[in-house]
């Protein structure tokens, strides 16, 4: 078998004759240069260094190292996030704890009758001084013990103020319900309690209250905050009204025109309960006031006096 190889550029012919017995004599060569240039292939193929720079002993090693530090990146993360949710928590706790003393602050200010402007809740307290270097800054075991120690003290001030706050409102309450004052906006005392001579009899006979007079139709004050527990008609009282103030105290305003309240009716200190009169056993427009302690008339002027 012949192959004839034609080259126009040149204008000439080459002729291959293929024989059997030359073919077969180089083809164990071809065969041998096949299998040794396959096997330096292979071989370079497997020892080639990653991308050409690093042997891949060593690539394989950082890559391994490279796992192991993004997981423990990533636990580091997630311990930082838990960390920040923590201290949020406890920081919004801290502002309960703060919002829950402005409260209480706020209210005791009212209570004890002080001027806003002296202690104003709603504004951070005044403060100041000199610069100075700043020290180090805190590390989170420090910024954790300085939280600890801060929602101690807000516990034990919002304890504090809340003992303060109900011997305030006690004080308050046992101001309101402890008789004091005049039981009229005005007008003056015409019989004091203690002995003195009957109006209609002219004898000397106990006199167990202190009567007021004031215009007809006047206003009927109540000295403390209590319950009405009897309103009518009584003998001698005309018209009169009691209430109950608790801790044994009882007051009686008797000759009332007309009555504004009912048996069982809560009064505050200071409410109208009834309108001044002429009504039972009396010479003129007046109220008469009375305090009873434990079931027993004592003398009112010391309540009467205690207002001023």
């Known amino acids: ?10 204008g000439r012919t080459w002729r291959i004759s293929l024989q059997a ?4 004599g180089w083809l164990p ?3 041998c240069a096949l299998v040794i240039g396959g096997g330096c292939f292979l071989a370079g193929w497997l020892a080639r260094p990653s991308q050409g ?3 891949g002993r060593v690539v394989s090693q950082w890559s391994q190292q490279m796992r192991q530090e ?13 960390d920040a949710d923590a201290l949020s928590r406890r920081i919004a706790e801290l502002q309960a704890h703060v919002m829950r003393l402005d409260a209480a602050g706020s209210r005791m200010t009212q209570i004890a009758h002080i001027d806003p402007g002296e202690f104003n809740f709603d504004k ?9 270097p700043a020290g180090q800054t805190a590390s989170a075991g420090d910024l954790t013990g300085s939280l600890d120690r801060l929602e101690r003290q807000l516990t034990d001030r919002e304890r504090q103020l809340r003992v303060l706050e109900d011997l305030l409102l006690a004080g308050r309450l046992q101001k ?3 008789p004091a004052g005049w039981p009229v906006d005005s007008g003056y005392i015409t019989s004091d309690y203690g002995l003195r001579l009957d109006p209609f009899t002219g004898l000397r006979t106990f006199h167990p209250g202190v009567d007021f007079a004031a215009p007809e139709g006047s206003k009927v004050l ?7 527990t009897d309103v009518g008609e009584r003998s001698g009282y005309g018209n009169m009204v009691e209430i109950d103030h608790g801790n044994g105290y009882v007051t009686r305003y008797g000759h009332n025109a007309s009555i504004m309240v009912k048996a069982g009716e809560r009064i505050r200190k200071g409410q109208a309960i009834a309108l001044m009169g002429n009504t039972g056993r009396s010479t003129g427009p007046h109220v008469h006031f009375e305090v009873l302690l434990n079931g027993n008339t004592v003398n009112p002027e010391q309540y009467i006096d205690a207002s001023r």
Do not use: F, T
Not at 21 to 24: A, G, K
Not at 72 to 79: D, F, H, P, T, Y
Not at 124 to 132: F, H, I, Q, S
């Open 124 to 132: 951070d307290p005044p403060m100041g001084g000199p610069e100075v």
């Open 21 to 24: 017995n030359r073919i077969l």
């Open 53 to 55: 720079l690093l042997p």
């Open 29 to 31: 060569i071809a065969v």
């Open 70 to 82: 993004r997981g423990e990146l990533q636990l580091a993360r997630a311990k930082a996030e838990q």
């Open 176 to 178: 309101e319900i402890k």
């Open 1 to 10: 078998m012949d192959i004839i190889l034609v080259s126009h550029a040149r």
């Open 222 to 228: 109540a000295v403390a905050s209590g319950i009405v």
